[in-house]
């Protein structure tokens, strides 16, 4: 069965880091497209960043040289690295599969809310 | 990468049909067929219901449909259920290599 986990989230202060740690289970991260997607409180879902199973990686213009999208194939995990956080990061973090044959979002972790205030 | 456009809201009546627009450009829309669509419910995560705009994944009622037109998919669901409640987003694969969301509809069963 595949599972999403995802972890780290908090309150941070405005100008500083947080790492998310999303672990997968019943499939190999490394195999696969990972994605993370968040949403504001009340917001709809804004896409943030993948990385591709070769290793390349895309961001949203809104966190581009901010975030940094990673992965840890010996613990099979997906992270985020997010750094100079800003009020607006404030959002439910979601950790997502991406099924590379259609390139939609398959299967969803339950997120971790990342809380940017002073 | 600006938002795909939505209906705020859309409502109907158990056993009725709605349907859900989603607009975007020849970037991405209009440039693949990789158009998906999700379900969510309060505090939970979002559910695939369609995906390449017209699939549906195992499990998902016969009752959920997609369809596309040039830079404008829509999601139908027939037969409406009070458990369809529920805000619906679509989102689309960029010919950027990115993704983009729409701003979400909330659907009331009325």
């Known amino acids: 069965e595949v599972q999403l986990v995802e972890s780290g989230g908090g309150l941070i202060q405005p100008g500083g880091s947080l790492r998310l740690s999303c672990a997968a289970s019943?499939?190999?991260?490394?195999?696969?497209?990972m994605s993370w997607v968040r949403q504001a409180p009340g917001k709809g879902l804004e896409w943030v960043s993948v990385?591709?199973?070769?290793?390349?990686?895309y961001y949203a213009d809104s966190v581009r040289g901010r975030f940094t999208i990673s992965r840890d194939s010996s613990k099979n995990t997906l992270y985020l690295q997010m750094n100079s956080l800003r009020a607006e990061d404030t959002a439910v973090y979601y950790c997502?599969?991406?099924?590379?044959?259609?390139?939609?979002?398959?299967?969803w972790g339950q997120g971790t809310l990342v809380t940017v205030s002073s | 990468q600006s938002a795909l456009t939505q209906p705020a809201s859309v409502s109907g009546s158990p056993g009725q049909s709605i349907t859900i627009s989603c607009t975007g450009t020849s970037s991405d829309v209009g440039y693949y067929n990789y158009v998906s669509w999700y379900q969510q419910h309060p505090g939970e995560a979002p559910k695939l219901m369609i995906y390449d705009f017209s699939k549906r994944p195992s499990g998902v009622s016969n009752r959920f449909s997609g369809s596309k037109s040039g830079n404008t998919a829509s999601l139908t669901i027939s037969g409406l259920q009070a458990e369809d409640e529920a805000d619906y987003y679509c989102s689309s694969y960029t010919s950027s290599s990115t993704w983009v969301f729409g701003g979400g509809t909330k659907l009331t069963v009325l």
């Open positions: 019943g499939f190999t991260v490394n195999s696969n497209y």
């Open positions: 997502a599969r991406v099924y590379s044959d259609y390139l939609n979002f398959d299967y």
């Open positions: 990385i591709y199973s070769g290793g390349g990686t």
